[in-house]
Nanobody, 123 residues
Framework: QLQLVESGGGLVQPGVSLRLSCTAS????????IGWFRQAPGKEREAVSC????????DYLDAVKGRFTISRDNAKNTVYLQMNSLKPEDTGVYYC????????????????WGKGTLVTVSS
């Protein structure tokens, strides 16, 4: 069973950057399509972006386009979400999720999930 672990969240002020990481300790992520999702308080989980096994990326969320970048380092078995110019509305729990064959922005399509990392953007 693929187990994903997110890290890198925290409390930050508006305008700063954070980099989230998603890794797996016992299995290679090379063949997996990895998505980042987020869930703000009281809202549904939404797809942010996805990266393919060949490192092509798809951005789903207009609110973060141009500020967030997904990437992967297969040598480190890690997928990243670089988040720049953070805003209070970016606050939420960020999850990474994995599936095979293709990216998806549908929560129900993702096979494996991490437990999430909390990002709080506040002055």
């Amino acid at each position: 069973q693929l187990q994903l672990v997110e890290s890198g969240g925290g409390l930050v002020q508006p305008g700063v950057s954070l980099r989230l990481s998603c890794t797996a300790s016992e299995f290679s992520l090379d063949d997996y399509y990895i998505g980042w999702f987020r869930q703000a308080p009281g809202k549904e989980r939404e797809a942010v972006s996805c990266i393919t096994s060949s490192s092509s990326s798809i951005d789903y969320l207009d609110a973060v386009k141009g500020r967030f970048t997904i990437s992967r380092d297969n040598a480190k078995n890690t997928v990243y979400l670089q988040m720049n110019s953070l805003k209070p509305e970016d606050t939420g729990v960020y999850y990474c999720a994995a599936k095979l064959f293709h990216c998806s922005n549908y929560v129900g399509d993702m096979k494996y999930w991490g437990k999430g990392t909390l990002v709080t953007v506040s002055s």
